[in-house]
């Protein structure tokens, strides 16, 4: 079943600023990753990270995990006409090797 | 690296037609495959999870009589959609993880159109 919630569902933001997505999980989880989908195409995988990391970076890319709050956040700055895609955070829980996807984000970033 | 191939992209066909789906890790072995179904502006739904030699695991609700999974090798996943009518249509993605733990890498999906 799906567990994640993302928000905001769709975003639109002028090229150059900062895109913000969020994501929040009911389970404990063993790590979270998130994933990137071009219409119509497959996931590309963005950046995972582990239950005992509060924070991981990847070129314009920032994710936090707060398990307190079961929640996570995808920061992508300085944003690029390219980056225009849908945008999942997943889970894998402890003993259990499958994925559980969010609800995504529609990020739509204008020229 | 890490390419996942999945084959075809796009598939019309009448129903009661069966169609084969292939995934295929180009550059690495992968002794777990995913197979997930997709509606228009939804997100992933898990239908089943390949071991390769052995029975996939079928998610709750989804029929295994109805979508045959064969993971013969370490680098190819099939899925069978049997019978296929105008409710199977939808877009059906795989996935390839090399082990627990590891990331899970795409095929960039197939769509499936049943009339």
């Known amino acids: 079943s799906q567990q994640g919630e993302e928000d905001p569902q769709a975003l639109s933001i002028q090229e150059g600023e900062n895109a913000t997505m969020n994501c929040s999980y009911k389970?404990?989880?063993?790590?979270l990753q998130w994933y990137r989908q071009n219409s119509g195409r497959g996931l590309v995988h963005l950046i995972l990270?582990?239950?005992?990391?509060r924070e991981k970076h990847s070129g314009r890319l920032r994710v936090t995990l707060d398990t307190s709050k079961k929640s996570s956040s995808l920061l992508i700055t300085a944003s690029r006409a390219a980056d225009t895609a849908s945008y999942f955070c997943?889970?894998?829980?402890?003993?259990?090797?499958?994925?559980?996807f969010g609800t995504g984000t529609r990020l739509t970033i204008i020229p | 690296g890490a390419v996942v191939s999945q084959h075809p992209s796009w598939v019309i066909c009448k129903s009661g037609t069966s169609v084969k789906i292939e995934c295929r890790s180009l550059?690495?072995?992968?002794?777990?495959m995913f197979w997930y179904r997709q509606f228009p502006k939804q997100s992933l739904m898990l239908m089943a999870t390949?071991?390769?030699?052995?029975?996939?695991?079928?998610e709750q609700g989804v029929e295994k009589d109805k979508f045959l999974i064969n993971h013969a090798s370490l680098t190819l996943s099939t899925l069978t959609v049997t019978s296929a009518h105008p409710e199977d249509s939808s877009f059906y993605i795989c996935?390839?993880?090399?082990?627990?733990?590891?990331?899970?890498?795409f095929g960039d999906g197939t769509r499936l159109s049943i009339l």
């Open positions: 996935s390839a993880r090399v082990d627990k733990g590891q990331p899970q890498h």
């Open positions: 389970t404990s989880i063993n790590n």
């Open positions: 990270i582990r239950s005992n990391e």
């Open positions: 997943a889970t894998v829980d402890f003993g259990n090797e499958k994925l559980t």
């Open positions: 550059d690495f072995q992968a002794t777990t």
């Open positions: 390949s071991n390769e030699g052995s029975k996939a695991t079928y």
